[in-house]
T-cell receptor
């Protein structure tokens, strides 16, 4: 069954709008979640690692003030794209591991397709 | 630097066998994952190798040679639904997955 629930699946909104994406782990506690972005025909790009109860770790080049991550509980991490612009249009995907990171695969949510007009 | 090298695209026939190769260079190594990603969807986990050799899972098998920095994914009895991108993703010394652009596999009847 599904390990991760991501919502919403699609978002279409006007430029300047802030958009919140939720990622929930189902049936277990996830201390760490990952947020990715993927542009068409390109590889997954890790944006940040979300840690429950502490600040997220952002990858180089990712604006932490633009992409706000909150991991307030062991089952929920949110990504807020603030004041979104057309260049932020992309496929955003969260993932998590269910155990020790060494040999456990990342399980992905279904992704959120964000289109900024 | 860290690098993944896979063919951009491959074509195979329904019912046949296809091997998707992957060579990688990472700072340290903590296993290698293969994922399947259908167009417009998130990746789904297929297989994991940490030791040299072949791991078999139904129609899919994955092979690893750590000394050569090489892995392959073998798909047997191809079905039309296998048309997707296949992502080879090794983990580096920080347990971070390194992603390439993947191989787009096209299955023809």
């Amino acid at each position: 069954g599904a390990v991760v629930s991501q919502h919403p699946s699609w978002v279409i909104c006007k430029s300047g709008t802030s958009v919140k994406i939720e990622c929930r782990s189902l049936d277990f506690q996830a201390t760490t979640m990952f947020w990715y972005r993927q542009f068409p025909k390109q590889s997954l790009m890790l944006m940040a690692t979300s840690n429950e109860g502490s600040k997220a770790t952002y990858e180089q080049g990712v604006e932490k003030d633009k992409f706000l991550i909150n991991h307030a509980s062991l089952t929920l991490s949110t990504l807020t794209v603030t004041s979104a612009h057309p260049e932020d249009s992309s496929f955003y995907i969260c993932s998590l591991v269910t155990g020790e990171q060494g040999n456990q695969p990342q399980h992905f949510g279904d992704g959120t397709r964000l289109s900024i007009l | 630097g860290q690098n993944i090298d896979q063919p951009t695209e491959m074509t195979a026939t329904e019912g046949a066998i296809v091997q998707i190769n992957c060579t990688y260079q990472t700072s340290g190594f903590n296993g290698l994952f293969w994922y399947q990603q259908h167009a417009g969807e998130a990746p789904t986990f297929l297989s994991y190798n940490v030791l040299d050799g072949l791991e078999e899972k139904g129609r899919f098998s994955s092979f690893l040679s750590r000394s050569k920095g090489y892995s392959y994914l073998l798909l047997k009895e191809l079905q039309m639904k296998d048309s997707a991108s296949y992502l080879c993703a090794p983990k580096d010394s920080n347990y971070q997955l390194i992603w390439g652009a993947g191989t787009k596999l096209i299955i023809k009847p």
